[in-house]
Structures are given as structure tokens and as C-alpha cells.
């Protein structure tokens, strides 16, 4: 599903965020990557959803090299990966459909479709009844669940999520753990991002671990070891 | 795909529209002022011609002839003069109609009307009032004429007297121009510089969301057309609102304007009724145009995957 190749990433003037980093990660699976601050995680992400692109090496994303990807590729393969974020990123200007539609409407979906599909969505978030508010009427659980639902509308094989629980309470992060893992229970691949040695150590998946812009250790089943 | 792409462009230009109100009324608000800039500096030009035209217009060279001069004399004067170069028209006047003229003219002043009366005949001999199709012309038809010889039947050129005058006039009328061209191009470039930091800063506080759409895959023309169509939305409101104002405001406006320019007969509601369209079109377009060079400049910088 996702091949990261021999990855070095260095910005200037030499600071090195990756050093040759390896991973394959298989369809389905549900991979934490951990790490201290500044280790190179987020740069992972980056990588992945083309946002920089590597200094040495190759990315492949099922199947669709995405080292060298054109800039007008880059919204195809973003339609293809639900990314969730610690700062949820979501549209302060429109409502929680609106928001959900928006990652449809971008790809060209009929409203038809839209209209189908966003409640659905919603209903599997637990949104439901909040469609018609906006982000600032939310809790921060909740619009993180919206950012989780605008994630998987398009219905991506990969969902990647930064710090998903980084503002939350433990009772929310409980919350969005649970749904990621049943969104993966579903089929897809999802990569989290985290700190949190609980949520990593309940997870009882694979575990990656960075350190310097390292993989030092990658366990199924593992737990936080730094 | 197309067409529904940019229903959408549209549906979102207008959302944001109205759900950024305060912003929009903001940048409408720099818009109508921009206009009025704009629309007062085109109206100051076309007066400033108006009076400068009309003042030139009364210009001319009057030939007094004798009381007693035949009229084949003054007529083959006409054809002569009217041989010479530049010369635009010839008005003869006869001396009775000079006399009426006269007569006319000092309606209120009975001393005057009981000496003419007095005199019996008419003292006043026929006029030959010449026009130039261009004052700078004039000195050149003046020398023209004076080489006809024609000192025994002229009594009096008048022009000599206006001379320094229609120099001022000629001297004013350029530094206005030159005045009205600075005032012009300053004014048109403090208006592109308002505009297109407003638009900027406009899209300056949507920078984040533009990042957003970007991460959740909408192409840069996706992202682009709305804040294109919010402007061109700016530009149209801005110019109705703008009219529908000043419109009002000619209203009261006029009689001050027309009571300043009382010689010149200049109708400020007229001439903007008959260049509605022009002005309007021109105003609209230009104000179209920047707002989306400065949205497109402006959102270029984000737009960078």
C-alpha cells in the first residue's frame, strides 16, 4: 500500500528531518507512529500527502509514485488520503455539511451523491444532529469528528492522522480512538501520528518509533518505548 | 463536471459573500470611495473643459467698419478674410442689426436709448465678427488682415484688447490640463493601491482556509474561482451602490454646479445622464478588472502546493 524508499528529507540550511527512513505498510493495517517533538513524524505526513517532497529517495502510494508528483496531480492524490488533524482544520465560514460536502464537492460528486452520503457520514461520527452548525459551536471532540467525517467522505483506502487527540480531554480522545479503530475495522489503512503513550499502548498495533528522523524501532503489537 | 464545478465556484463566492458581511461591506465601502475618487475626477475634467471651451468660444475678431461704408465693400471684405487659413466662420453684421443689438443690449439704460434716439440715423456702422478654428490661430488671421489695406474703411479691429486675456485663458487652460493629468494619474494610482491591498488583505485572512482546501484536494482553479467571483461581486456592488448615491447626491448638487457655470450653460445631470453608460461601463470594468488582478496576485502566493 504505502512504500517509503531510502527517504532523506533536509531543509536548509542542513537541518536533516529524515535519514533514510524504510517502511512498508499493508492495507488494512493500523500503524501509530510515535516520537518526541521535532523527530520527524509530521514530515512523514507531509511527504505522504505531497505537501514537501523528499530529498532522496522514493514514495509510493498504491502503487502511484508520488516522489516527482506534478503539482496538478497533488488534489488527485489528496482526494485519495483523509488526513485528520490535531487543529482539526476545518472551515470556519461553513457548517458541519457543508464542511463534510466540501471534500466531495472538490472532487466533482454529483449533489445527489452529496446529499446521500454526507448524513451517512455524519451518522457513523455521531454528528447527526449538528449538521447545521458551524466549527465554532462545537466542542473540540466534536469538531474533531467532523474532521474524521470530511476525512473519510470520499471513502479513502489510507486515513492519516496528525496529533488527532493532541487538544482533546481523555474522555474525546477515548472517543476518537475508538472511531479510527472501527473506520479500520472497516478496511482502511490508518497511520496515526501520536504522543499519547496510552492511546499507543491500548492500541496493541503496530508501532513505529522515530527518533533524529530514524525509524529505531518498528514491533507489531508494540508499545511506547520512549 | 464543468458546469457543475462552477455553479459551485459560484455558490461559494456567494456564501462567502454574505457570510463574511463584514468584510465584504469593508471592502465595498473602499470600492464606492475609490469610485467616487474616480468619478469626481472625470466630472472636474469635463467641466474644467466646458468653461476653458466656452470662454474660447467668445473669442473673435470684430471688424468695426464706418457708419457710411457700402455694403459690397463689406461683403468683399468677408470673402477676402474668409480665404485665409484657419478662419472657421464670418458672421456679418449689418449696421442696423448692430444697431438693434445695441439697442438691445442697453435696454435698461434710457440715457443711452434717448441719445441714440436723438441722433436720428444710425451711428453705428456693419460688423464683421471672424472666428479661428483654433485660438492659437488668431494673431496669424489678425496679420492676415491687416495686410488687406483696408485701414480707410475700419474704423476698429478688436481684437488687441482681448489679447492678453485669451493668453491667460490659453496659459490657465494648460496648467489645468497639465494639473488635471497629475491630479489624474495620483488619484488613479492611490485608488489601484487601496484596492489591491484591500482585496489582498482580504484574502490574507482567508490564507489559512485556502490551505485547508488545498489539503483536502480542491484544485488551485477550485480555490481560486470563488475569491475571483467575491471580487468581480465587490466591483458590481460597489459601482451600484456608488450611483445609486451619487445619483441622488447630483440632485442637490446641480443647481450649485449650474449656478457656478451660469455663461457656460453646463448641466451636470445631463451630462451624467448622457454618459451614464460610459462612465458607469468604464468604472465598472476597471474596478472588474483590478479586483482580479489583485485576487489573482494576491491568492498566487498561497496557492503554492
Redesign the interface.
Known sequence: MIYFKNINKKYPPDTLALNDVNLHIKPGEFVSIVGQSGTGKTTLIKLLIAEEKPTKGKIIVGGWDITDIPGRHVPILRRQIGVVFQDYKLLPKKTVMENVAFALQVAGETNVKIEKIVPQVLKIVGLEEKGKRFPEQLSGGEQQRVSIARSLVHRPKILVADEPTGNLDSINTREIIDLLQKINELGTTILLVTHNREVVNALRKRVITLEAGAVISDQEKGKYIL | ?FL??LA?IFRFAF??FL??IWLSLVTITIIVMTIFSLTILILVNVVTDQAVSSIKSKVDISLYFEAQTKEEIVIDTKDQISKIDHVKNIEYVSAAVALERFKATHSQDSLIQDAVDEMGENPLGPVLVVKADEMNNYPLILKNIKDFKIDEVVKEIDYDDHQLIIQKIELISDKIKQFGLFLSITFTLISLLVVFNTIRVGIYVHR??V?????????NW?IRGPFLVESILYAIFGCLIFWIIFYIAIGFINPLVSGFFADINFNLISYVLHNFWYIFGFELVAVILLNIVSSAFALGRHLK?
Request: glycine share 4%.
Open positions: 463536471m457543475l464545478s459551485r456564501q462567502s457570510r463574511n489559512d482556509e490551505n485547508i482546501m488545498k489539503l483536502v484536494g480542491a484544485s477550485f502546493v
